[in-house]
């Protein structure tokens, strides 16, 4: 399974971006398919996942109400769109996959990662 993360950037607080993750191979790979951030001294955290079959979603608490999650199946794509974005929202954000463990989306136990997106939200 490869992962491709794209859509970072720059922007003022309050502003909104839209990542995408991009992935191929075995779908039994990619059945979990999930968005991770890492801010500078900071671990990884989880932000929000899906589940490819069926759908079900979860979100970090920090960010419920402000990041959405959706999908593209003909391009295998799985996107966050995030909107109101505040300066602790900066981070690396890595999307990453896994099959099928019955786990929580938050467990960030995942097979596959991808490259990494830098988000920037000055204040």
């Known amino acids: 399974v490869q992962l491709q993360a794209s859509g970072g950037g720059l922007v003022q607080a309050g502003g909104s971006l839209r990542l995408s993750c991009a992935a191929s191979?075995?779908?039994?790979?990619?059945?979990?398919l999930t968005w991770f951030r890492q801010a500078p001294g900071r671990m990884r955290e989880f932000v929000a996942g899906?589940?490819?079959?069926?759908?079900?979603?979860d979100y970090a608490d920090s960010v419920k109400g402000r990041f959405s999650l959706s999908r593209e199946d003909a391009k295998n794509t799985l996107y966050l769109q995030m909107y109101s974005l505040k300066p602790e929202d900066t981070a690396v954000y890595y999307c990453?996959?896994?099959?099928?463990?019955?786990?929580?989306?938050?467990?960030?136990?995942?097979?596959?990662w991808g490259q990494g997106t830098q988000v920037t939200v000055s204040s």
């Open positions: 191979g075995p779908i039994f790979g990619r059945y979990d």
């Open positions: 899906m589940r490819w079959i069926g759908g079900d979603t």
């Open positions: 990453a996959s896994r099959g099928p463990t019955g786990e929580s989306l938050r467990n960030i136990g995942y097979t596959y």
